[in-house]
T-cell receptor, first 113, second 112 residues
Framework: KAGVTQTPRYLIKTRGQQVTLSCSPI?????VSWYQQTPGQGLQFLFE???????NKGNFPGRFSGRQFSNSRSEMNVSTLELGDSALYLC????????????FGPGTRLTVL | AQSVTQPDIHITVSEGASLELRCNYS??????LFWYVQSPGQGLQLLLK??????LVQGIKGFEAEFKRSQSSFNLRKPSVHWSDAAEYFC??????????FGAGTRLTVKP
């Protein structure tokens, strides 16, 4: 069974631009969670989607948004990029929402210049 | 909300020596606890998890962890470390809403 895939793996943007990251969960998994990982803040929860609905949200500004499609694939969007948004963005999928063992993708490395 | 503390930012052990990585959590109910490992440039791989039952949990790659409710701890152990174990290790606590909180991580260096 294929693992969680994330595209693109690397991305370079400039301040003020917007970016969309994509995550394809493991086949059959309906929950997708997103995390931001930085050296200073560590791993921080962004949001979780289950059956196309946002179930849970972390403490991030509204510039960070996401969605989930009927095939469980998820996208994350960051608008008006700031230098501090440079990070590794990790996606994790699980079978269900709640008590889920999460399987992580390799991440998308975003650099904002 | 739940939280996790990993007191050790960096640990160095000799190959073949035993290892214990500390993790303390804060959560009002029965926690769901996890240990993940991350190699440079990679995502996180689950080593083991605790949901309920036996408080000593066996994981992959020879790792085990023990849940101690009285100490709010979930320490990771390995009897004999291999050079390939060098990586960053994250303890995490989750709730019923899949809201998973991670510790800051412990970077493990293995000396030959």
């Amino acid at each position: 069974k294929a693992g969680v895939t994330q595209t693109p793996r690397y991305l370079i943007k400039t301040r003020g631009q917007q970016v969309t990251l994509s995550c394809s969960p493991i086949s059959g998994h309906r929950s997708v969670s997103w995390y931001q990982q930085t050296p200073g803040q560590g791993l921080q929860f962004l949001f979780e989607y289950f059956s196309e609905t946002q179930r849970n949200k972390g403490n991030f500004p509204g510039r960070f948004s996401g969605r989930q499609f009927s095939n469980s694939r998820s996208e994350m969007n960051v608008s008006t990029l700031e230098l501090g948004d440079s990070a590794l963005y990790l996606c994790a999928s699980s079978l269900t929402s709640g008590r889920g063992e999460q399987f992580f993708g390799p991440g998308t490395r975003l650099t904002v210049l | 909300a739940q939280s996790v503390t990993q007191p050790d930012i960096h640990i160095t052990v000799s190959e073949g020596a035993s290892l214990e990585l500390r993790c303390n959590y804060s959560y009002g109910a029965t926690p769901y606890l996890f240990w993940y490992v991350q190699s440079p440039g990679q995502g996180l791989q689950l080593l083991l998890k605790y949901f309920s039952g036996d408080t000593l949990v066996q994981g992959i790659k020879g790792f085990e962890a023990e849940f101690k409710r009285s100490q709010s701890s979930f320490n990771l152990r390995k009897p004999s470390v291999h050079w390939s174990d060098a990586a960053e290790y994250f303890c995490a606590v989750g709730d019923n809403n899949n809201d998973m909180r991670f510790g800051a991580g412990t970077r493990l260096t293995v000396k030959p």
